[in-house]
């Protein structure tokens, strides 16, 4: 499975942004996904995950509330919607994918991992 991240950007404190991750190679269906961060000098840290039939999903504390995970098996896409972004949020997202449907907040479980796309919020 080949994932690819893309959108990523420039945007100010308060702004949105929807992240998608495409995979390739085999149907998401088979798999939860998870996005992860890591800011500069920081270790990467669990944002978000999705079941693969996207009937539970799981936040990070510090996202609740502003971003909203999902996924279009169809499309073989999964999304993370951002909004009420703030400067802290400003790091590399990695998209992952994961066969177990258990420890959606850990990224030593994910199978595959994308190669991330950048987000930065200004003040």
């Known amino acids: 499975v080949q994932l690819q991240a893309s959108g990523g950007g420039l945007v100010q404190t308060g702004g949105s942004l929807r992240l998608s991750c495409a995979a390739s190679g085999r149907t998401l269906g088979s798999f939860a996904m998870g996005w992860f961060r890591q800011a500069p000098g920081r270790e990467r840290v669990f944002v978000a995950a999705v079941t693969w039939s996207g009937g539970a999903t799981k936040y990070a504390e510090s996202v609740k509330g502003r971003f909203t995970m999902s996924r279009d098996n169809a499309k073989n896409t999964a999304y993370l919607q951002m909004n009420s972004l703030q400067p802290e949020d400003t790091a590399v997202y990695y998209c992952?994918?994961?066969?177990?449907?258990?420890?959606?907040?850990?990224?030593?479980?994910?199978?595959?991992w994308g190669q991330g796309t950048q987000v930065t919020v200004s003040s």
């Open positions: 992952a994918a994961m066969y177990r449907t258990y420890g959606l907040d850990r990224g030593a479980l994910y199978d595959y």
